[in-house]
């Protein structure tokens, strides 16, 4: 914006050109809005001790004294986050300083969703994981009728883990 104002045009384009700016700055509202909106959200409710569920998977990890390079596994699916779940995965994967080896991506096909299918095929998906060399699946984005046995919910979380 800061060029587009140092750009020097007669008198008559100055509408155009405080036109264009006016829309630029609303565009990059737009883009970034959600996601400050939703930090701001986070500040506030926490009252600055930031812990969302990515620190809390890095903390649980901590706890459970899981290494710095540690392969892991992902069972992923959040809706309402639909263009960002790498993002969101390489966020709780930096803080917690371990490495993704495997994803499983959840679809909005019943069929096909981890959750929904029987455990025998579960375990084979989650033997495909362990093959990986992954030690850990972390999932999120669990819909709650799902059976969990055997698994971990992180606390004050949406996610889940399991050792293989």
């Known amino acids: 914006m800061i060029a587009l ?17 006016f829309l630029i ?3 990059i509202a737009l883009q970034c809005g959600p996601r400050l909106a939703e930090a701001a959200t986070i500040l506030v409710r926490t009252r600055g001790e930031i812990q969302d569920e990515r620190w809390l998977v890095a903390k649980e ?4 004294d ?8 992902v069972i992923d699916y959040q809706r309402g986050y639909q263009y960002w779940p ?13 490495r993704v ?7 909005d096909d019943n069929q096909a969703q981890f959750w929904q299918v029987p455990p025998d095929r579960q375990a084979l ?7 990986t060399g992954a030690h850990i ?4 984005g669990v819909p709650e009728e799902a059976t969990t046995s055997g698994w971990t919910q992180i606390e004050n979380s949406r996610y889940y883990y399991r050792l293989l």
């Open 61 to 64: 990890f901590r706890k459970l």
């Open 25 to 27: 700055a609303v565009c």
């Open 86 to 98: 790498p993002a969101l995965i390489s966020d709780w994967a930096r803080l917690a300083r371990v």
């Open 125 to 131: 998906v989650l033997e495909a994981l362990r093959k």
């Open 66 to 73: 899981v290494r710095a390079g540690t392969p892991v596994a």
């Open 101 to 107: 080896v495997g994803e499983v991506v959840q679809t």
């Open 137 to 140: 699946v972390v999932a999120s």
């Open 5 to 21: 104002a140092a750009v020097r045009t007669p008198n008559a384009a100055r509408p155009v050109g405080a036109a264009l700016v």
